[in-house]
């Protein structure tokens, strides 16, 4: 499914009403033009505790749409695939960048000046992702940022 967002609010539809809301606004508050597809639901019976899977995607897609919002070329989309395993369900978001990384690989900081203040997004994702024994891979490929998440039923917070 791919939906453009401009001036008016478009409702988005991953399988879980909380996601769906917080990507339909995040974008929606965005002054730029971005299209998201998304691809894939989220499992009926999800595991993982509300507060965490906000927190987790809150984090993920606001870190989107700032890097689409810096990008100086007009083709600003995120992509986000949701897809559930017999091992688990992972999640991969992707997202244009301008900034290279060297090796392609991503530090845990942030690209803004204020680093005192800034850069728990990531961190914060990581956390969650370690809460639950999951497992995370980010990096930069082809002009691309890549978040790549995986996280097992077994994975279940102790």
């Known amino acids: 499914m791919n939906i453009s967002i401009f001036q008016n609010a478009t409702f988005i539809d991953v399988g879980n009403d909380m996601i769906n809301a917080l990507i339909s606004q ?3 508050e965005s002054n730029s033009q971005i299209t998201i597809s998304t691809s894939g639901f989220f499992p009926e019976k999800f595991w993982l505790e509300d507060m965490d899977l906000c927190v987790l995607f809150s984090n993920l897609i606001s870190n989107s749409v700032e890097a689409c919002e810096k990008l100086t070329y ?3 989309e995120i992509v986000l695939v949701i897809e559930e395993g017999e091992k ?8 244009p960048t301008e900034t290279e990384f060297k090796d392609g690989n ?17 961190r914060n994702i990581k956390h969650i992702v370690e809460k639950y024994h999951g497992n995370i891979d ?12 995986m996280l097992g039923e077994h994975c279940l917070s102790q």
């Open 26 to 28: 995040r974008i929606h």
């Open 74 to 76: 007009k083709e600003k």
């Open 138 to 149: 980010i990096y930069e490929k082809e002009n691309k940022f890549i978040v790549n998440i």
């Open 106 to 122: 991503v530090d845990w900081g942030t690209t803004k000046e204020d680093k005192q203040n800034h850069g728990y997004g990531l």
């Open 88 to 95: 688990g369900v992972s999640f991969l978001i992707k997202n």
